[in-house]
């Protein structure tokens, strides 16, 4: 149990940059995920924090310690690769065991730690059988038994689902909801998948081009994206960007942009600055769509409707020349009609706003009185 | 039509797209025939029925005729009467126990620098010059037999060798190796394991290969012992190539003959006198050629008989799902 720090953390390969100077924590007994597109450079920060790869420059810690230079056999951590790692010629209770009989441990300690990592995963049925008798999800099943076993400081997953089936996939996703309630190591978890890293992690660090662009609680970094990366990647679909027009009109300033019937006023924005363009975002699912006009409403074309997971309807729209999706409930869905004119409406409340440099700004949108 | 569908199916994607192009290819019937692959295997087939299959049955037929180059007479039906021969023949016995004996010391000898030498090239992945090493070492491989033969035939010998040069100034006398009754079969098996071992370091670089480096990397990250870590993790992928290599090296060390006769023509005496010196002897010494083929039936069914003990070993453990 140990945070991690890298400190000024660079990986080239080559021309290529893997990791672009990543100075970051990893708080004590919590799990983060690394959550990134893929050759965003995560797995490559694991594997250095792992001690698998080294990198350029930069530094890694476990706790107060600098372990840069150590093998990873004395950095004490456990891994859960992508394939399952089992071994051969043994079967599932030997596999789990066989790392505990290099630590100076009783032969009691070490069957009650197997019964116990076997317990949480659910492999009671398995105990006795060969390897090679199992299928890839539950080989995972015993690779995570086998590394959570050994009970390390640090246990790293390295996209441990992507290659187990659907059903399986489910059974790990509860195992490992889990197991990181019931120990309280410090857990890092690489993956591509969004669900996942919302499901399971504490928090979540997204990363982009070998850098972690923002750290934050799922809810909090789906909701508020700290750029246009983040708004982007998160969500299926992702979010709805719109460009628009942040501009001063004596009192204060007003967001002008093709989805507002009038221009909005945002509540900390400078009322002395001159007209800058900004994005408009906002999440599919936060846009309403609805038959009739309402206010703060604009006309939209409805070109598509099509069904979605939890029968949910994603809509295509198009006001002007801009086109966009929305993402709407079963019942709104249901009483829109197939194709034609529909009204709009972005709650100000639920909007994020842009710079041109894709970081958040510090403005939110209120009400038009 | 739903026939046609899966057999367009089962060819490889870009084979099956290519197919799918508009007509006016040249060869496309050819192409599409089920005798196609079989139209490619021609050639050699052709090649192997010439060169093998008619003077493997010729020796086979002459096995049961006597069949002197030296007599006049025509070739005689003799039934089993050279393999009967053969069986009480004191001085086959004897090279067929020292051909084990040469293929137990020289290939277990192979196998275990092999692996030792492999397993140190593998983990010294960074020492400067290891390419130029390793292409030092397979240099023996590449060399006839019968070079190699000659070679050390020079490096043996009594008067100038360079081998009793070393001799004289650490011990002080010379030894006559390939002459000595003691030392003449350790210093052919010695050739031969200078020869093969880089055969054995080259499957065990490539046995080294097939272990997947997910494991590897767990292995370490789980603190496992090297000696654990070869027994779990590398063996297990390993042991295939491994017993190819083994398997390989045993048939080959069961015909070694050429090497041998020109270092020793099988002596001093029938020290070293392997079964395929015996052959030859037979055949081209005493010229009887019924005897000959005889006794080269019964090598060939030895090798054969090698080979299908280590098959069956190969396809016994991979249907216990160490593939799977």
Request: proline share 6%; hydrophobic share 45%; net charge positive.
């Amino acid at each position: 149990m140990a945070e991690i720090r890298v400190q000024g953390l660079r990986k080239e390969f080559g021309a290529l940059v893997a990791l672009d100077d990543v100075s970051f924590s990893f708080p004590e007994s919590r799990v983060t995920c690394l959550l990134g597109p893929s050759g965003c450079g995560k797995t490559t920060l694991m594997r250095i924090i792992a001690g698998l790869e080294r990198a350029t420059r930069g530094d890694v810690y476990f706790g107060g310690q600098r372990v840069t230079h150590l093998p990873p056999r004395k950095r004490n951590i456990g891994m859960v690769f992508q394939y399952p790692v089992v071994y051969r010629g043994i079967s599932v209770a030997e596999n789990i065991e066989l790392p505990l009989k290099s630590e100076k441990l009783s032969k009691a300690e070490r069957t009650a730690r197997v019964a116990e990592v076997v317990e949480i995963l659910g492999l009671g049925d398995h105990v006795a059988k060969d390897i090679t008798q199992l299928d890839n999800g539950t080989r995972q099943k015993v690779a995570v038994a086998r590394a959570v076993a050994r009970q390390p400081r640090i246990i790293l997953f390295d996209e441990p689902i992507t290659n187990v089936d659907a059903n399986a996939k489910l059974q790990l996703k509860r195992a490992f909801k889990e197991l990181t309630r019931r120990l309280e190591q410090t857990i890092i978890y690489v993956t591509h998948d969004q669900t996942e890293a919302m499901t399971l992690a504490d928090q979540i660090a997204l990363m982009q081009d070998g850098r972690i662009v923002q750290c934050d609680a799922p809810r909090e970094l789906y909701n508020h994206p700290s750029d246009v990366f983040g708004g982007w990647f998160l969500g299926n679909p992702g979010m709805v960007f719109v460009d628009g027009t942040l501009s001063a009109n004596g009192s204060g300033t007003v967001v002008t942009a093709p989805l507002f019937p009038a221009p909005v006023p945002t509540a900390g924005g400078a009322s002395d600055e001159p007209a800058t363009a900004v994005t408009v975002g906002i999440r599919p699912e936060h846009i309403r769509v609805a038959t009739g006009d309402a206010p703060g409403a604009v006309a939209a074309d409805l070109l598509r409707k099509s069904i979605t997971v939890g029968r949910q309807y994603l809509l295509s729209l198009r006001v002007g020349d801009v086109a966009f999706k929305a993402k709407v409930t079963p019942q709104v869905g249901e009483s829109l009609p197939a194709r034609g004119a529909v009204w709009v409406t972005l709650p100000p409340e639920r909007v994020t706003l842009f710079a041109p440099n894709g970081n958040r700004v510090d403005a939110t949108l209120t009400q038009p009185r | 039509m739903a026939q046609v569908g899966t057999r367009r199916l089962e060819g490889v994607g870009g084979i099956a797209g290519a197919r799918s192009r508009p007509r006016g290819r040249p060869f496309r019937k050819l192409d599409d025939s089920r005798f196609f692959p079989l139209v490619l295997l021609l050639p050699i087939l052709i090649f192997f029925l010439i060169w093998n299959v008619v003077p493997l049955l010729w020796l086979v037929g002459l096995s049961f005729y006597r069949y002197d180059l030296t007599s006049p007479e025509p070739a005689r039906w003799l039934g089993l009467d050279n393999f009967t021969a053969i069986y009480n023949d004191a001085q086959v016995w004897g090279a067929l126990g020292r051909t084990l004996s040469f293929m137990f010391f020289s290939v277990g000898l192979q196998t275990v620098l092999g692996v030792v030498l492999g397993l140190l090239f593998w983990g010294s992945s960074r020492m400067p010059g290891r390419r130029l090493a390793l292409t030092l070492l397979f240099a023996p491989m590449l060399l006839p037999p019968i070079a190699i033969g000659s070679y050390w035939r020079l490096i043996y010998d009594p008067i100038f060798g360079v081998l009793n040069y070393y001799a004289r100034e650490i011990f002080g006398q010379r030894y006559d190796f390939l002459g000595s009754k003691d030392y003449a079969f350790p210093a052919a098996v010695a050739v031969d394991v200078w020869m093969w071992t880089p055969f054995m370091i080259l499957m065990t670089l490539a046995a080294l290969a097939s272990v997947p480096k997910a494991e590897l990397e767990a292995a370490e990250v789980d603190r496992l012992p090297w000696l654990k870590r070869l027994w779990y993790v590398v063996l297990p992928h390993g042991k295939f190539i491994l017993m190819l290599g083994i398997l390989l090296r045993t048939i080959d060390a069961f015909k070694t003959t050429d090497m041998i006769f020109v270092m020793t023509k099988g002596g001093p005496g029938v020290k070293t006198e392997l079964i395929g010196l015996t052959v030859w002897r037979r055949g081209f010494a005493s010229f009887s050629m019924g005897a000959a083929s005889a006794l080269a039936v019964i090598a060939l069914l030895i090798a054969i008989a090698f080979t299908s003990i280590y098959l069956y070993v190969l396809n016994y453990r991979e249907t216990r799902g160490q593939f799977r």
